[in-house]
């Protein structure tokens, strides 16, 4: 069964300084895909990215970057220069080819606490 | 455009209680998904509609929780005799395709359910 795990419970950081959050995944399928979501306060879970097996460009968009190593089974999320906005609980979750809800699973989730 | 909307965003039941949550997908997205989210743990998966089927509901804890999806926008879940167990935030998401939980979803606040 494919599994997520996310090491880091909890992670405060300083405004501006750049935080790293660890994403790292477990499946047999060699086709799936790889999602990272924002839980704020307020409490809806909010997009950041989607990504599949085969495309293991880093991507940036703006203060975050993603890197996606197949070869270590992870794909972990990059904030540059920290905001206090970017306080939440960031959910990595993976989901295999198969569209069936038992292969969607997210991981325990790491709460970032940016103080100003 | 309008995004997933839940109601009630709170709920409060003595035990034994039925309750129903509503959800209203993002208008034309095919795909619709149920999670359940326990004090600080990441959603689990509970069932999945494409249109007004019913494709997944293995996640479904117990034949106390029931969902539907009658025209294919709106849902319900359902959830009858209620225990402090299910005590938790439901959370509904919708995607413009039928392909499942491959696919981006987009969530909606979330029904708090307190079970006293």
């Known amino acids: 069964a494919q599994k997520v795990t996310q090491a880091q419970t909890e992670i405060s950081v300083v405004e501006k300084e750049d935080v790293t959050l660890d994403c790292v995944y477990e499946t047999r399928d060699t086709t799936y895909y790889l999602f990272w979501y924002k839980q704020p306060p307020s409490g809806e879970l909010v997009f950041l990215i989607r990504?599949?097996?085969?495309?293991?460009q880093n991507e940036i968009s703006g203060r975050y970057s993603w890197n996606f190593q197949k070869s270590t089974s992870s794909f972990n999320f990059t904030i540059t220069a920290s905001q206090v906005v970017d306080s939440a609980v960031y959910f990595c979750?993976?989901?295999?080819?198969?569209?069936?809800?038992?292969?969607?699973?997210f991981g325990p989730g790491t709460r970032l606490s940016v103080l100003p | 455009g309008a995004g997933v909307s839940q109601s009630p965003r709170y709920k409060v039941a003595k035990r034994g209680q039925d309750v129903a949550l509503r959800c209203d997908p993002i208008s034309g997205h095919v795909s619709l998904f149920w999670y359940q989210q326990a004090l600080g743990q990441g959603p689990e998966f509970l069932t999945y509609?494409?249109?007004?089927?019913?494709?997944?509901k293995s996640g479904l804890p117990s034949d106390r929780f029931f969902a539907e999806r009658p025209e294919g926008s709106v849902s319900t879940l359902k959830i009858q005799r209620t225990q402090q167990e299910d005590s938790a935030v439901y959370l509904c998401?919708?995607?413009?395709?039928?392909?499942?939980?491959?696919?981006?979803?987009?969530f909606g606040p979330g029904t708090r359910l307190l079970v006293l």
């Open positions: 509609f494409q249109n007004e089927a019913q494709l997944d």
């Open positions: 979750a993976l989901s295999e080819a198969d569209n069936y809800g038992q292969n969607f699973v």
């Open positions: 990504r599949n097996s085969f495309d293991e």
């Open positions: 998401a919708s995607s413009l395709e039928e392909l499942g939980v491959r696919e981006t979803q987009y």
